[in-house]
């Protein structure tokens, strides 16, 4: 068990401070207990001093006083009571500071750890689809080393480069509540220059579930840098569904054989990316995954891939749907999944057959040129290799796969992180402020190929838009350089950034013109999906919502010629990345980003700079 030492030791100096303002009568009549037992952390402790630190106060500790609300008021009602009447006595008063010291302890010591780790990006040599290639190591490891976190855990990631050029990370999935500075995107943070670091520091606040990280600059996700980050429920919020006797994480994902230096050179030159060579389960064409007769396990299934949706099955076995990217779902049974670009599922899987090895397979979707990679699910007690045919894709196509979508239903009553109900925030009672409808389209600028939204090819400034929003840097963007609507006319490049206001709720409308699959992703959020259509999308399409049980998720895919409708709660704020999920689209300017605002600078909206942010392009010189 982690012990969180810092916030442990400032609870235990608040105790004492709380002891010897009673024994002196000191009056605090005016403010709320959780006001006061926060500014004098804040203004006291050296722990707290750091504005990451803030929302920890507030939602950690505070909370770890009391187990309920009613407790803190009962509590600092009896204290204010003692304050006006010298009859108590400091005995008492101390009585009462270790018993409740006591309980903090236990409970700083349970939840929100703090978890350290340091990662080297590096180049090796490996062979995934038999053909020796230069890839992307993460401690020397291809894939790189699985995040398993806990809800609200907190994470110190000293990443260290050791590559020929800049370097990021992206978390695909993690919030980053109020702290868009953590996003590890060309938008809100620096690259990580050849032979630097830079520390990461988040919170998975009220998440869990199946998630992923990746390179988010230079093509590199095309040479590996890739990894699983799973986030376990609190001991205290229980899950839908009997605990599995164990998990495994497949990371599904079409490769190249060709370096990602070689496919920039291509892309950059106006020529598009060659069809994918193959397609590899955790950076491998052929795994083992070793299981006892009738129990239970969790395969968490995430697609890492450039390009490709792929579809997912396991020989003679049915797959549970529990999750999706941080929602708990109805069960449904299925004996066949898609899974498109950047998103994640997690199944339950009973091993009840007879004791042998059996088939898993993961194909590419909807292209032409189909890849197949397989693995083997091992019973312990068998004696028997897989054998018999593997299973088969599905016959059907964009229709089916649109309709497989539309049974993924969140389970109202369960608890996702937090004690309420996922089914107690009612989407589809309230009312947009604002509809946003993005056009994807394939352009020629400047005689060569190009993405565009709304008309305009993103191109990524020399300084981060966050940095520039903080230090007032003119120039860097336009908020009216992309409508929100489609229009007429030539394409452009820009650096297309939609205003949005803290609290908006928006609808959020992708229009597919292109004969092509789509996928998009929106950091910062996750999002209800309420519908996929086909042809054009109208106001008047609004009657085929689901506007009761859309489950929530991070990434939506679009089927060709067709139409995806979200809605999203922007209580996040920020500056963040809305992205094609494919990369050679989102490389050459699928992507915008949504700035998030607030006139009022607090800290209850989001945390200040980070005291070792990097600095480039204009934002050099300025004090943080």
Known sequence: MIIAVAPLLATVTLFLFLFLSSCINLSFHNISISEYKREFLIRNCFWCQSPQSHELLSVAIVPSLCSTDLEVSHIFSRRQTNLRNMGSTCLLHMLRVVVLAMLSVSLVRAEDAYKYYTWTVTYGTRSPLGTPQQVILINGQFPGPQLDLVTNDNVVLNL???LDEPFLLTWNGIKQRKNSWQDG???TNCPIPPNSNYTYKFQTKDQIGTYTYFPSTQLHKAAGGFGGLNVYHRSVIPVPYSYPDGDF???IGDWHNTSHKALRESLDSGKPLAFPDGLLINGQTHNTINGDQGKTYMFRISNVGMSSSINFRI???NMKLVEIEGSHVVQNIYDTLDVHVGQSVSVLVTLNQPPKDYYIVASTRFSRNVFTATAVLHYS???SPASGPMPSPPEHQYHWSAQQARTYRWNLTANAARPNPQGSYHYGKITPTKTIVLSNSKTMINGKPRYAVNRVSYVNPDTPLKLADYFNIPGIYSVDSIQSVPSDGPAYIATSVVPTSLHDFIELVFQNNEN?????????YDFWPVAYGFGQWTPEKRVTYNLVDAPTRHTAQVFPNSWTAILVSLDNQGMWNLRSAMWERQYLGQQ??????????SLHNEYDIPHNVLLCGKAIGHNP
């Open 516 to 524: 092509t699959m789509q996928s998009w992703h929106l950091d910062g």
């Open 592 to 601: 915008l980003y949504l700035r998030v605002w607030s006139e009022e600078r």
């Open 185 to 187: 995107v060309l938008g």
């Open 160 to 162: 260290i480069n050791k």
């Open 315 to 317: 020989q003679d076995h």
């Open 381 to 383: 007690n068998s004696n």
């Open 249 to 251: 994480t497949l990371l």
